[in-house]
């Protein structure tokens, strides 16, 4: 994949991610086996940094070699959401649901780092 079409991929795959986690009666919640807190901001402001990880990926699509810093940013971010969920999996706060999406972004680091070196 050519790392245009890569950036604008994981920019629709994180504004999904965000909207589905925005979205108080969204099915996602149910199916991550998670509960989405009414009375908290925490869900919104994830969405949020989401999205706008989202925006940044959408930026390298557009010019790879100007926003290449923002490569490594994406890199960081998305082992960040790795290690974080596999932490939280391994002390069984989680169930497989979560790890099984977050698998997405750590093939996302690995072909940001690829794009990265070309």
């Known amino acids: ?4 079409a890569l950036f604008f991929v994981a920019a629709l795959f994180n504004f999904a991610v965000a909207a589905a986690f925005a979205l108080p009666d969204s099915p996602v919640w149910h199916w991550l086996g998670l509960i989405r807190p009414m009375q908290s901001i925490i869900p919104d402001l994830f969405a949020m940094f989401v999205a706008l990880f989202g925006v940044g ?3 390298i699509g557009l010019n790879p070699r100007t926003n290449r810093p923002l490569i490594l940013f994406g890199i960081m971010g998305k082992l960040s959401v790795v290690a ?3 932490f939280h ?6 169930g497989i649901a979560v790890p099984a999406l977050a698998s997405g972004d750590l ?3 690995l072909l940001f780092l690829r794009a990265y070196w070309r």
């Open 1 to 4: 994949m050519k790392s245009p």
């Open 57 to 59: 990926y959408f930026m």
């Open 84 to 86: 974080i969920v596999a």
């Open 89 to 94: 999996y391994a002390t069984g706060r989680i």
């Open 107 to 109: 093939i996302f680091a």
